[in-house]
């Protein structure tokens, strides 16, 4: 089974705060995602990873940044939490050449 | 403007008593469509991906079907354990691969 970890389920931190969350995928896919959602709005990606290194902005890119200098993990970090970026992250993996993608248990962020 | 709609945006059902949850798309070209399910607090577990119209996909008492404007998600029989929010997505052939198009989802819940 693709197993997709993600670092924490819960997350409380404050406005201005510098936030790492963490993505780990065991099954070697070359593809990596990260998603906000949002009551109402659906899945909404903010980067994508084709490899290592390599990174392409999503629909909503700003305020957010990206580091893939592993295959297997995939970390979104949070400059300056504002409040408007409380939300569910998801990430998420596939192989190249699937389109299929296997998501992680989420990460609750609370910024107050 | 490329969309997906899910209907109905709620539904409860009587344990045993079958229904059908919709996905209407708008897209320039159709890669692939995928049905997913939501645990309350989780991230989305993968279904199915249909590929073109006329395809159908089982699995359990879901099964999946695929027109040229929409797909719909059967449910035969339902049980309590089959609460959960289905989530569609579409990934338009006009796009990026790793661009896919959520609908907003569609909660279940079937009552004992």
Sequence with gaps: ???????????????????????????????????????????RLIYFSYDVKMKEKGDIPEGYSVSREKKERFSLILESASTNQTSMYLCAS???????????PGTRLTVT | EDQVTQSPEALRLQEGESSSLNCSYTVSGLRGLF??????????????????????????????????????LHITAPKPE????????????????YKYIFGTGTRLKVLA
């Design chain 2, 35 to 72: 049905w997913y399910r939501q645990d309350p607090g989780k991230g989305p577990e993968f279904l199915f991906t249909l590929y073109s119209a006329g395809e159908e996909k089982e699995k359990e008492r879901l099964k999946a079907t695929l027109t040229k404007k929409e797909s719909f």
């Design chain 1, 94 to 104: 596939r192989y190249i050449r699937d389109y299929e993608q296997y998501f992680g």
């Design chain 1, 1 to 43: 089974d693709v197993k997709v970890t993600q670092s924490s389920r819960y997350l409380v931190k404050r406005t201005g705060e510098k936030v790492f969350l963490e993505c780990v995928q065991d099954m070697d896919h070359e593809n990596m995602f990260w998603y906000r959602q949002d009551p109402g709005l659906g899945l």
């Design chain 2, 82 to 97: 089959d609460s959960a929010t289905y989530l569609c997505a579409v990934q338009p052939s006009t796009s990026g691969t």
